[in-house]
């Protein structure tokens, strides 16, 4: 079994920041990828951003300049730091674990930027 426990979203005015957080624990083995993607009403579930090993790291074009992804290997732990947010950003956030057998999703978090 893995858990991935997110924390850090909520309603936040445009221009604002938030951090979300999201620590794995349990079978955790080998990990490829962790990251997050996001999930607007009506829209299907994107990639924001991951980060690939341990070392490089993956952006939607969309964030670049604006989010940083970071991660804690010693703790399983992956950080977004989401910085002059838009009403755009508004979704749930889901953070993602991906080990070279099996893929986890959190229940997810949800991010609302009011205008």
């Known amino acids: 079994q893995v858990q991935l426990v997110e ?3 909520g309603l936040v005015q445009a221009g604002g920041s938030l951090r979300l957080s999201c620590a ?5 083995f080998s990990i490829n990828a962790m990251g997050w993607y996001r999930q607007a009403p009506g829209k299907q579930r994107e ?3 991951v980060i690939i090993r341990g070392a490089s790291t993956t952006y939607a074009d969309s964030v ?3 989010f940083t992804i970071s991660g ?4 399983n732990t992956v950080y977004l730091q989401m910085n002059s947010l838009k009403p755009e950003d508004t979704a749930v956030y889901y953070c993602n674990l991906n080990q070279f ?3 986890d999703w959190g229940q997810g ?3 609302t ?3």
């Open 7 to 9: 924390s850090g979203g």
């Open 101 to 103: 057998h099996r893929v």
């Open 24 to 28: 794995a624990s349990g079978s955790i």
């Open 113 to 115: 930027v009011s205008s």
């Open 109 to 111: 978090t949800q991010v």
């Open 64 to 66: 670049k300049g604006r």
């Open 47 to 49: 990639l924001v951003a």
């Open 72 to 75: 804690d290997n010693a703790k």
